[in-house]
């Protein structure tokens, strides 16, 4: 069965940091390009970052390119999402998914050929 389960969100003031895990079960993540999206309360959601499967490749959503940094451990099925110099406008549910077509369209047309997990709240208030 497959299976992505987000964790490492919570409450964190502005400026400060978290990361975000991505636990894949079920199948090898190594074989495919994950991606991270957010959704914040009555707005659509958005992509955040990408990584390809094949050279690791990675991509950025304008809104947090330089503060947020993506990365993948293949040997633990596992997808990261580093949050630096958090904004209170990074306040949204975080999700990862897996099979996106990983490359700077993804973050117009957030196509997801695989599934996504639960997500996690993210919280940047003071």
């Known amino acids: 069965q497959v299976q992505l389960v987000e964790s490492g969100g919570g409450l964190v003031q502005p400026g400060g940091s978290l990361r975000l895990s991505c636990a894949a079960s079920?199948?090898?993540?190594?074989?495919?390009?994950m991606g991270w999206f957010r959704q914040a309360p009555g707005k659509e959601r958005e992509g955040i970052s990408c990584?390809?499967?094949?050279?690791?490749?990675?991509y950025y959503a304008d809104s947090v390119k330089g503060r947020f940094t993506i990365s993948r451990d293949n040997a633990k099925n596992t997808v990261y999402l580093q949050m630096n110099s958090l904004k209170p406008e990074d306040t949204a549910v975080y999700y990862c998914a897996t099979d996106v077509p990983c490359r700077n369209s993804w973050f117009s047309n957030l196509a997801i050929f695989g599934s996504w997990g639960q997500g996690t709240q993210v919280t940047v208030s003071s």
């Open positions: 079920g199948f090898t993540l190594a074989y495919y390009a």
């Open positions: 990584i390809s499967s094949s050279d690791r490749s990675t």
